[in-house]
Protein backbone atom coordinates (compact mmCIF):
# COMPACT_ATOMS: atom_id res chain seq x y z
CA UNK A 1 0.00 0.00 0.00
CA UNK A 2 1.22 3.40 -0.83
CA UNK A 3 2.34 5.57 2.18
CA UNK A 4 2.90 9.24 2.16
CA UNK A 5 4.12 10.37 4.85
CA UNK A 6 4.06 14.01 6.67
CA UNK A 7 6.81 15.06 9.20
CA UNK A 8 4.26 16.79 11.57
CA UNK A 9 0.73 16.47 12.64
CA UNK A 10 0.32 19.77 14.16
CA UNK A 11 2.53 22.47 13.94
CA UNK A 12 2.30 26.00 15.38
CA UNK A 13 5.29 28.83 14.13
CA UNK A 14 5.61 32.72 14.99
CA UNK A 15 5.11 35.16 12.24
CA UNK A 16 8.33 35.61 10.18
CA UNK A 17 9.92 32.09 10.92
CA UNK A 18 10.85 30.11 8.11
CA UNK A 19 8.92 26.65 8.54
CA UNK A 20 9.51 23.27 7.12
CA UNK A 21 6.91 20.94 6.22
CA UNK A 22 8.45 17.38 4.84
CA UNK A 23 6.76 14.94 2.79
CA UNK A 24 8.01 11.39 2.11
CA UNK A 25 6.78 8.58 -0.39
CA UNK A 26 7.56 5.43 -0.03
CA UNK A 27 6.09 4.07 -3.95
CA UNK A 28 8.62 5.50 -6.25
CA UNK A 29 6.04 8.07 -7.55
CA UNK A 30 7.52 10.87 -10.11
CA UNK A 31 4.54 13.56 -9.06
CA UNK A 32 4.55 15.10 -5.87
CA UNK A 33 2.60 18.40 -4.82
CA UNK A 34 2.02 20.39 -2.11
CA UNK A 35 -2.02 21.80 -1.65
CA UNK A 36 -3.73 23.65 1.14
CA UNK A 37 -6.92 23.42 2.37
CA UNK A 38 -9.19 25.97 3.89
CA UNK A 39 -12.85 26.07 4.36
CA UNK A 40 -15.15 26.60 1.86
CA UNK A 41 -12.40 26.74 -1.03
CA UNK A 42 -11.49 23.12 -1.82
CA UNK A 43 -7.58 21.77 -2.08
CA UNK A 44 -5.55 24.35 -3.55
CA UNK A 45 -2.24 24.03 -5.54
CA UNK A 46 0.86 25.38 -4.38
CA UNK A 47 3.74 23.38 -5.77
CA UNK A 48 4.40 20.31 -7.80
CA UNK A 49 7.07 18.27 -8.90
CA UNK A 50 7.21 15.74 -11.31
CA UNK A 51 10.99 14.77 -11.17
CA UNK A 52 13.71 15.52 -8.88
CA UNK A 53 14.62 18.98 -9.01
CA UNK A 54 11.95 19.67 -11.04
CA UNK A 55 9.05 21.82 -9.61
CA UNK A 56 6.06 23.61 -10.99
CA UNK A 57 3.98 26.60 -9.69
CA UNK A 58 0.45 25.97 -8.64
CA UNK A 59 -2.31 28.31 -8.49
CA UNK A 60 -1.21 29.72 -4.65
CA UNK A 61 3.01 30.11 -4.76
CA UNK A 62 3.38 33.20 -3.01
CA UNK A 63 4.92 32.94 -0.44
CA UNK A 64 6.39 28.97 -0.63
CA UNK A 65 8.78 27.67 -2.14
CA UNK A 66 9.89 23.90 -2.43
CA UNK A 67 13.00 21.63 -3.08
CA UNK A 68 13.21 18.07 -4.22
CA UNK A 69 16.38 16.76 -3.85
CA UNK A 70 15.50 12.99 -4.10
CA UNK A 71 12.85 11.38 -5.29
CA UNK A 72 11.00 10.75 -2.09
CA UNK A 73 11.17 13.62 -0.30
CA UNK A 74 9.28 16.87 -1.02
CA UNK A 75 9.73 19.60 1.45
CA UNK A 76 7.27 22.36 1.17
CA UNK A 77 9.59 25.84 2.74
CA UNK A 78 7.23 28.73 4.17
CA UNK A 79 10.10 31.79 3.61
CA UNK A 80 9.10 33.92 6.31
CA UNK A 81 5.74 33.16 7.93
CA UNK A 82 2.70 34.53 8.29
CA UNK A 83 -0.60 34.96 9.89
CA UNK A 84 -2.47 33.61 6.73
CA UNK A 85 -0.84 31.27 5.86
CA UNK A 86 -2.44 29.13 8.86
CA UNK A 87 -4.09 26.43 7.08
CA UNK A 88 -4.10 22.57 6.90
CA UNK A 89 -1.09 21.19 4.20
CA UNK A 90 -1.76 18.13 2.63
CA UNK A 91 0.83 16.51 0.51
CA UNK A 92 0.22 13.62 -2.10
CA UNK A 93 2.13 11.77 -4.44
CA UNK A 94 1.18 9.95 -7.84
CA UNK A 95 2.42 8.37 -10.90
CA UNK A 96 1.70 10.52 -13.97
CA UNK A 97 -2.12 10.96 -14.64
CA UNK A 98 -3.23 9.01 -11.70
CA UNK A 99 -4.41 8.54 -8.59
CA UNK A 100 -3.13 11.01 -6.09
CA UNK A 101 -2.12 9.65 -2.54
CA UNK A 102 -2.34 12.02 0.15
CA UNK A 103 -0.86 12.18 3.71
CA UNK A 104 -2.44 12.84 6.78
CA UNK A 105 -1.92 16.40 6.42
CA UNK A 106 -0.21 19.46 8.73
CA UNK A 107 -2.47 21.41 10.57
CA UNK A 108 -0.23 24.84 10.58
CA UNK A 109 -0.72 27.48 12.66
CA UNK A 110 1.19 30.61 12.60
CA UNK A 111 0.85 32.67 15.70
CA UNK B 1 -6.95 29.00 -16.62
CA UNK B 2 -8.99 25.74 -16.02
CA UNK B 3 -11.85 26.34 -13.37
CA UNK B 4 -13.93 23.63 -11.95
CA UNK B 5 -16.82 24.51 -9.52
CA UNK B 6 -18.87 22.06 -7.63
CA UNK B 7 -22.20 22.24 -6.67
CA UNK B 8 -23.83 22.01 -4.16
CA UNK B 9 -21.19 23.35 -1.48
CA UNK B 10 -23.04 21.44 1.27
CA UNK B 11 -26.23 18.77 1.07
CA UNK B 12 -28.22 17.62 3.99
CA UNK B 13 -29.52 14.53 2.89
CA UNK B 14 -32.02 12.16 5.18
CA UNK B 15 -30.60 8.47 5.37
CA UNK B 16 -31.99 6.49 2.89
CA UNK B 17 -32.58 9.45 0.20
CA UNK B 18 -30.42 9.32 -2.81
CA UNK B 19 -28.86 12.42 -3.77
CA UNK B 20 -26.66 13.76 -6.37
CA UNK B 21 -23.18 16.23 -6.56
CA UNK B 22 -22.36 17.81 -9.47
CA UNK B 23 -19.01 18.92 -11.01
CA UNK B 24 -18.38 20.89 -14.09
CA UNK B 25 -15.06 22.55 -15.68
CA UNK B 26 -14.26 25.97 -17.53
CA UNK B 27 -12.52 23.76 -20.03
CA UNK B 28 -13.04 20.46 -21.72
CA UNK B 29 -11.04 17.26 -19.65
CA UNK B 30 -9.23 14.89 -20.22
CA UNK B 31 -9.75 12.82 -17.46
CA UNK B 32 -11.79 13.72 -14.02
CA UNK B 33 -10.80 11.79 -10.94
CA UNK B 34 -13.38 11.50 -7.62
CA UNK B 35 -12.28 11.59 -3.72
CA UNK B 36 -13.43 11.28 -0.88
CA UNK B 37 -12.52 13.11 2.58
CA UNK B 38 -14.26 12.02 5.71
CA UNK B 39 -13.84 14.36 9.08
CA UNK B 40 -10.63 14.61 10.22
CA UNK B 41 -9.21 12.43 7.46
CA UNK B 42 -7.04 12.94 4.24
CA UNK B 43 -8.51 12.39 0.66
CA UNK B 44 -9.18 9.41 -0.78
CA UNK B 45 -9.43 8.27 -4.34
CA UNK B 46 -12.68 7.00 -5.52
CA UNK B 47 -12.56 6.55 -9.38
CA UNK B 48 -11.29 8.07 -12.28
CA UNK B 49 -13.30 8.68 -15.46
CA UNK B 50 -11.55 8.91 -18.99
CA UNK B 51 -13.76 8.64 -21.79
CA UNK B 52 -16.99 10.76 -22.95
CA UNK B 53 -20.24 9.71 -21.64
CA UNK B 54 -18.49 7.30 -19.33
CA UNK B 55 -20.78 5.74 -16.86
CA UNK B 56 -18.79 3.74 -13.62
CA UNK B 57 -20.76 2.48 -10.79
CA UNK B 58 -19.33 1.46 -7.63
CA UNK B 59 -21.95 -0.27 -5.19
CA UNK B 60 -24.45 2.96 -4.15
CA UNK B 61 -22.00 5.11 -6.00
CA UNK B 62 -22.87 5.97 -9.73
CA UNK B 63 -20.15 8.24 -11.89
CA UNK B 64 -20.65 9.88 -14.57
CA UNK B 65 -18.48 11.97 -17.20
CA UNK B 66 -20.49 14.00 -19.55
CA UNK B 67 -20.64 13.56 -23.39
CA UNK B 68 -18.98 17.35 -23.82
CA UNK B 69 -15.90 16.12 -21.26
CA UNK B 70 -16.45 19.43 -19.44
CA UNK B 71 -18.78 18.30 -16.64
CA UNK B 72 -19.64 14.76 -13.83
CA UNK B 73 -21.86 13.69 -11.53
CA UNK B 74 -21.42 11.44 -8.50
CA UNK B 75 -25.19 10.08 -7.62
CA UNK B 76 -25.48 8.09 -4.34
CA UNK B 77 -28.64 5.97 -3.67
CA UNK B 78 -29.85 4.78 -0.08
CA UNK B 79 -27.68 7.40 1.69
CA UNK B 80 -25.89 5.68 4.66
CA UNK B 81 -24.37 7.49 7.86
CA UNK B 82 -20.89 6.24 6.48
CA UNK B 83 -21.37 8.31 3.40
CA UNK B 84 -20.64 11.61 5.23
CA UNK B 85 -17.68 13.60 4.18
CA UNK B 86 -16.78 16.28 1.29
CA UNK B 87 -16.64 14.46 -1.98
CA UNK B 88 -14.29 16.28 -4.22
CA UNK B 89 -13.99 16.06 -8.03
CA UNK B 90 -10.53 16.49 -9.63
CA UNK B 91 -9.77 17.34 -13.50
CA UNK B 92 -6.98 17.75 -16.05
CA UNK B 93 -6.58 18.80 -19.30
CA UNK B 94 -3.40 16.68 -20.65
CA UNK B 95 -3.94 19.10 -23.78
CA UNK B 96 -2.39 22.29 -21.81
CA UNK B 97 -0.94 20.19 -18.72
CA UNK B 98 1.32 17.11 -19.88
CA UNK B 99 2.41 16.55 -15.87
CA UNK B 100 -1.08 15.39 -14.49
CA UNK B 101 -1.85 18.08 -12.70
CA UNK B 102 -5.30 18.18 -11.41
CA UNK B 103 -7.40 21.18 -10.42
CA UNK B 104 -9.61 20.57 -7.57
CA UNK B 105 -13.38 21.72 -7.21
CA UNK B 106 -13.93 23.10 -3.54
CA UNK B 107 -16.10 19.94 -2.88
CA UNK B 108 -19.49 18.95 -1.62
CA UNK B 109 -19.92 18.33 2.31
CA UNK B 110 -22.56 15.85 3.37
CA UNK B 111 -24.41 15.73 6.35
CA UNK B 112 -26.97 13.10 6.49
CA UNK B 113 -29.42 12.85 9.27
CA UNK B 114 -30.23 9.36 10.26
Known amino acids: DVKVTQSSRYLVKRTGEKVFLECVQDMDHENMFWYRQDPGLGLRLIYF???????EKGDIPEGYSVSREKKERFSLILESASTNQTSMYLC??????????FGDGTRLSIL | GQQVMQIPQYQHVQEGEDFTTYCNSSTTLSNIQWYKQRPGGHPVFLIQ?????EVKKQKRLTFQFGEAKKNSSLHITATQTTDVGTYFCAGSDMTTDSWGKFQFGAGTQVVVTP
Open chain 2, 49 to 53: LVKSG
Open chain 1, 49 to 55: SYDVKMK
Open chain 1, 92 to 101: ASSRLNQPQH
